[in-house]
């Protein structure tokens, strides 16, 4: 299995920005399907954004427009711009790679909080 580290977090106010980062330990990360997801106590986790091998994005309908994610392959990195802000963006966000069978690991999580 992979390793996973988030990082970026933090306290930000409505309509601001955070840029969180991914850091992936492992081999063959190009070809991953790249994601983040988050999650807010007593709720599921939800699928905020995916990148594949072939650089296609999808991302959730309450993101779409405000949230980018994107990868770097040679540095072993994944991104996720989020602007524009919502108190409803609130939640700890995590990092996944998946590869078939062969492959599904997390990271420990990242802490977004907008405050209003």
């Known amino acids: 299995q992979a390793q996973l580290l988030e990082s970026g977090g933090g306290l930000v106010q409505v309509g601001g920005s955070l840029r969180l980062s991914c850091a992936y330990s492992g081999s063959a990360i190009s070809q991953n399907l790249m994601a983040w997801y988050r999650q807010t106590p007593g709720k599921q986790r939800e699928m905020v954004a995916t990148?594949?091998?072939?650089?296609?994005?999808n991302y959730a309908d309450s993101v779409k427009g405000r949230f980018t994610i994107s990868r770097d392959n040679a540095k072993k990195m994944v991104y996720l711009q989020m602007n524009s802000l919502k108190p409803e963006d609130t939640a700890v966000y995590y990092c996944?790679?998946?590869?078939?069978?062969?492959?599904?690991?997390w990271g420990q999580g990242t802490q977004v909080t907008v405050s209003s």
């Open positions: 996944n790679a998946r590869r078939g069978t062969i492959l599904d690991s």
């Open positions: 990148i594949t091998k072939y650089f296609d994005t």
